[in-house]
């Protein structure tokens, strides 16, 4: 976080096209690895199967724009704050539930779902209860994505989670998915929820963060 910086090699850096830089800055990262971690379960995700995103804040809100530019697909939204389910269904979720009670929440899911289940899980939380909740409601031959580092673990017993489920612990992505992702934007299928703030605020901004203050993303402006 500093006024300039030096990049190795020109190699490194990506053409923002038409995009405003502070409003693209956050793709690097916020859509970028939901990007890498949807890409990779593309072949899951038929008309007919429905994806559970945990945790509706910077990465999740992207991941709901990116599913819904790039698959036609069931998505169910999970997430503690009520608020932030109302902003879910502003980006099209198509069902949100409250997960602040694990086992109510895992019985509206199979609810939704029907004996099949969920075909893919992304956990953007990666806490114990959201770990847990993707156990409970993901069918067989389906996949678990934990992308969150809330610290959670995953215990494995016979059928749980079911036969035949993958689980992927992704990180980031490549270059060339970064252009894809900059290509959406610039398409305008996907947009970042930005709040611009001054670089001297940058210890107040991560106190915000961590009191869940900020919506989507907060930009330093140097």
Known sequence: ??????????????????????????????????????????PLLTP?????????????????????????????????????LAHARALGATHTINTRDGHRAAEEILDLVGGRGVAVALDFVGAQSTIDLCCRVVGRASRITVVGLAGGTLHYSPNRPPYGCQVSIPYWGSRSELMEVIALAETGRIHADVETCPLESAVDVYQRLREGRIKGRAVLLP
Do not use: C, F, N
């Open 1 to 42: 976080m500093a006024e300039y910086m030096i990049v190795p090699s020109a190699r490194l850096l990506v053409p923002l096209g038409t995009l405003d830089p502070a409003e693209a800055a956050p793709l690097s990262d916020a859509a970028l690895t939901p990007y890498h971690a949807i890409k990779a379960a593309l």
């Open 48 to 84: 007919d199967a429905s994806i559970l995103v945990l945790g509706i804040g910077g990465l999740g809100h992207m991941a709901l724009q990116i599913l819904r530019a790039m698959a036609a697909v069931k998505i169910i939204a999970g997430d503690i704050d009520d608020a932030r």
